[in-house]
Structures are given as C-alpha cells and as structure tokens.
C-alpha cells in the first residue's frame, strides 16, 4: 500500500526540524501523533528511516535517500495546490545549496537579502564547506564549485573568472623584501592550501612566467583557504589567493600585492544543479538570480 502523503509530510518535517515536537508544532498535531505517523511510513517502507532516543532523531542511510526524493515530490504538490487555488504565482519552496568559503563569504551569503525581496516565499538553506556534494544522497539542489568542470551528469553555469594575486604584511615585507619574480618566492616563508579531497598542495599560478610552481610550504591549509589571510595578515609569509578575499585587509594597509606584473591568471567559479532541479520553481528562481546578479564578474574581478 502507498505511503500516505500525512505520514510523508510528518518524515519530512522532523527529517528538518530534527524532532518530533518540533515537526509536530509545524504540523499542528502532538508529538506523540507525528512519530506515529513516521512509524506507519517506515512500516509500509519495511526500513528504519531515523535512529531514536529522549533527545532527537537521526536519519539513517535509507532516511536520508528517501527525503531527497520526497522533499520535492511535496513541495511540487503544495506549489500546485496552491497555484490551483489561485494563491500565489510566485515561486515557493525551500533549497538547499552548497558553497566554498570562498565564495560563500565574500560573494553568495551577500546575494540572499536581494533574493529574499524578490522571492520571499522561497527559503535558502546553506552549507558552507569545501567537499562536493552527492545531490542525490545529502539532499543537494543546487552547488557552487571552482575550476573547470566536465560531468555531464549536471549543468553548469560560470559565473566567472577570478584573478589571483600574491600577499604579504608590510611587516613580512619589511624583514624580508619583497620578491622581484616567480622564481624568488623559493627564498621566502609562504603558506600554502591543500586540496581537502586529496592533501595535494594546490600550485601557485603566474602570467607570464611559470604557469604552475609549488613554493616551499612554511604553512598547509586545509578545507578553509581563508586561514591563508589570517597567517599573511600576521606577518606569516606569501600567499596567492583571490583578490575578492583580500579586498578589506588591502584597503586596510594590513596586506600588500608582490609580484604585481607576473598577476592574471584566473581560476573560475560555477553554479552546479542536476537537470531535473530547475524543474521546482524555487531552485529555478534562485539558479536565474545568482546567474543574473553575478554577470558583471564574468571575466574577472
């Protein structure tokens, strides 16, 4: 026998609240009926969709799989509902999106209050971390990621290219000079970011001179690039980041641009989604408004 869409609608709930109470509140039933509801659904299922005790639950493999797939098919059915009813014509819904720090810090989290008066029935929901995502298994809809990027299994859309440059304190530069060219950060202190998913130190990038160089590593970061600022602002050593992270500690005298003339090279930044996402109206209003907002910093920063 089907699932029930109470009983899918009371998983739904406490799959976000992350209880009972809370998913019953929402619901305007008790807690004791909302459980109830999700024991009928994982009957019918045959599974075990959360891991309980006194405080919380905890979704499961098969819980987190089953809300990816049932978070749409409801909002789908309350967006048309609604339509049908003559209540809205605006885009509703809730959705989940990925975002490097990078990017999420210094240029998406600034996009959500122009995207709340646009759409305010649409709900964002962010994870700020460096890992790529499964759409399907962490419930996903939309991604930002960096580089260039060739699975077909999703569309992207670039929303630019941005430029590196080569930091330091005026304090590190005063100790120890500044580098005239690629070659003579060999001779300096510098920190350095490694790739999360493999450890592998990410290349220091120039134009003209050497396309890819890894300097001598006094300082490895890993998952967050902006403890690089931190340790340069301190007087740690050279760091190449993007400019856009470094725009407040430049205009503040805290850093310095070195290496000025061999500066240009760029890596780009682009908005990942399954297919079928932009098949809800809200992941769609989002996807056209981050692409709309970020068209002036198409090539470059």
């Not at 493999?61 to 098919?73: L, N």
């Not at 297919?275 to 002036?296: G, I, K, S």
Request: glycine content about 8%; hydrophobic content about 40%; proline content about 7%.
């Amino acid at each position: 026998m089907p699932a029930r869409l109470s009983e899918i609608r009371a998983f739904c709930l406490t799959y976000e609240l992350g209880n009972f109470t809370s998913a019953a509140r929402a619901l305007g039933v008790t807690p004791q009926a909302a459980s109830r509801a999700v024991a009928k659904l994982e009957r019918r299922l045959g599974v075990t969709l959360f891991r309980r005790n006194t405080r919380h639950v905890e979704a499961t493999e098969s819980g987190r799989t089953y809300y990816a797939a049932c978070k749409h098919a409801v909002e789908t059915l309350d967006d048309a509902e609604a339509r049908l009813l003559g209540q809205r014509d605006e885009p509703v819904g809730d959705v989940r999106v990925s975002v490097p720090t990078t990017y999420g810090h210094h240029r998406f989290m600034a996009l959500l209050p122009a995207l709340r008066r646009r759409c305010p029935r649409v709900d964002v929901d962010v994870e700020i971390a460096n890992h790529n995502v499964d759409f399907v298994r962490e419930g996903f809809d939309v991604a930002i990621r960096m580089g260039d990027l060739h699975d077909a299994s999703f569309v992207a859309r670039r929303l630019g290219d941005f430029s590196l440059g080569v930091f330091a304190s005026p304090e590190y530069l005063r100790q120890r000079g500044s580098p005239a060219a690629p070659d003579d950060v060999a001779d300096h202190a510098c920190g350095v970011f490694s790739m999360p998913r493999t450890g592998r130190p990410l290349p220091w990038t120039f134009r003209p001179g050497p396309e890819a160089m890894l300097p001598p590593a006094a300082l490895r970061v890993r998952h967050d690039i902006l403890g690089l600022v931190g340790f340069a602002v301190a007087g740690g050593g050279l760091v190449q980041l993007y400019h856009f992270l470094v725009e407040r500690e430049l205009e503040r005298g805290q850093l310095v641009e070195v290496l000025k003339e061999y500066a240009g090279r760029s890596r780009p930044f682009s908005l990942i989604y399954p297919r079928e996402a932009v098949a809800r109206p809200a992941v769609r209003a989002l996807v056209d408004f981050v692409v709309e907002q970020t068209r002036p910093d198409r090539d470059g920063v």
